[in-house]
């Protein structure tokens, strides 16, 4: 019997994380006399509320997709669906008497300023997008919350057999090849004499990590011009036509392409195979698990609905394009 992986179907299925990315967490209370976006039995959600915890999300889709009006209405309609999933789910957490104690939220927030370093880069992000600490605590309270949830009514109840997971890799085994990918090192420079510079250290014996990490101009430079393992086809042509001839530790020549010059270090190479039940069994139950979580959420969130009187005002969701 495969893990639970009790986060798995929370992460995919709710936006709302969204808060965790230190988003719409201002910290605003909504005006009592504000007309209603939407109530979820007797639970209500205010345009302010709506729109502070929209607002970092349709930043984000922005910048990557055409926002005209039809675009926006349908995002802020998905958006609005996942705040009332996102009531449903704690009207349950109440009914169940699930709670969070202040150690499980340390522990998380612990957990999340590893992303940022230090404390002190931790807490400037606060200042510089004028966040409450205190308000944003509470939002990881609710993340934990509906977390619990989720897992009490759909992760917990998923089982996986070994012979689902032999079944699906059996039944789809065009889908377990493997192309060649090597996995290399590069350093980058603008400037070819530089480039060139770059090379002789390397010959001479400095780690070609410490020259990247010195010299090279390309994004990968902070980690020692890692590229990690690619297939032929995802890096520029020059890429494919030097590294997939080269010999596994060897170092290339300078090579021109549209961006400047690179040099390279082949490090490992995978032959082109199928892949064993071994080596992707693990990812085939999440496969499973991830579409038996999706069905019985599905009907599992459904049937609040059903119960739940719902009423979104559709009006005051249109006029908020025209608000922005």
Sequence with gaps: MMRNNGSLLYMKSLLFIGILLLGGCKGKAPREEEKALAKVGMNVITLTEFEESFSSTGKRYASNYPMDRKNSLKLKAAYLNQLIEEKLIMAEAEKMKINVGMEEIDATIAELKKNYGD?????????????????????????????????RTVSSKVDISD????????????????????????????????ASKARERVRAGEDFAAVAMD????????????????????????????????EVGSLSEVVRSSYGYHIFLLEDRREERDLSFEDVK???????????????YGKWIDGLREKTNIEINHELL??????R
Excluded: C
């Excluded at 693990?282 to 019985?296: L, M």
């Excluded at 249109?318 to 608000?323: C, V």
């Design 119 to 151: 404390d002190n880069s931790f807490k400037k992000v606060f200042i510089d997008e004028h966040l409450d600490l205190a308000v944003w605590r509470e939002k990881v309270k609710k993340k934990l919350l509906v977390e619990k949830v989720i897992y």
């Design 282 to 296: 693990e990812k085939i139950a999440e496969v499973i698990r991830r579409n038996k979580e999706e069905h019985i």
């Design 318 to 323: 249109q006029r908020s394009i025209l608000l």
């Design 163 to 194: 012979e689902e997971i032999k079944d699906y890799y059996e039944n789809n085994l065009d889908e377990f090849h493997s192309d060649e990918k090597v996995k290399a090192k590069q350093i980058f420079h603008m400037d070819e004499r530089e």
């Design 215 to 246: 010299v090279s101009q390309s994004p990968d430079a902070s980690e020692g011009g890692d590229l990690g393992y690619f297939g032929r086809g995802i890096m520029p042509p020059e890429f494919d036509e030097t590294v997939f001839t080269m």
